[in-house]
């Protein structure tokens, strides 16, 4: 069974950085695709990045392209998310999740195509 867990989160002021990290247990990843996804209150849970576990190739979603990097250490077995010039939009909980077996030819970026869940860190950006 694979078990995902989040750290890093904290409370930042606008401008700054946080690195957010899933350690992933339970499985060899090699054909995993691993994701970030975020959710504010009120609104729905929010694609961020995804990487592949395999090859590192990586995908982020507009709203952070430039500010934020996933990574992962094949070693450790955890995920990185290095978020910077954070904005107070940027706050939300920050979720990893991982999908087996996905297409090469797209990432998987809806919520629904991940198959396992952590818990969630807290992220807050102050203005």
């Known amino acids: 069974q694979v078990q995902l867990v989040e750290s890093g989160g904290g409370l930042v002021q606008a401008g700054g950085s946080l690195r957010l990290s899933c350690a992933a247990s339970g499985r060899t990843f090699s054909g995993y695709v691993m994701g970030w996804f975020r959710q504010a209150p009120g609104k729905e849970r929010e694609f961020v990045a995804a990487i592949r576990w395999g090859g590192g190739n990586t995908i982020n979603s507009d709203s952070v392209k430039g500010r934020f990097t996933i990574s992962r250490d094949n070693t450790k077995n955890t995920m990185y998310l290095q978020m910077s010039s954070l904005k107070p939009e940027d706050t939300a909980v920050y979720y990893c999740?991982?999908?087996?077996?996905?297409?090469?030819?797209?990432?998987?970026?809806?919520?629904?195509?991940?198959?396992?869940w952590g818990q969630g860190t807290q992220v807050t950006v102050s203005s």
């Open positions: 999740a991982a999908k087996l077996g996905a297409t090469l030819w797209r990432f998987p970026t809806l919520p629904n195509e991940y198959d396992d």
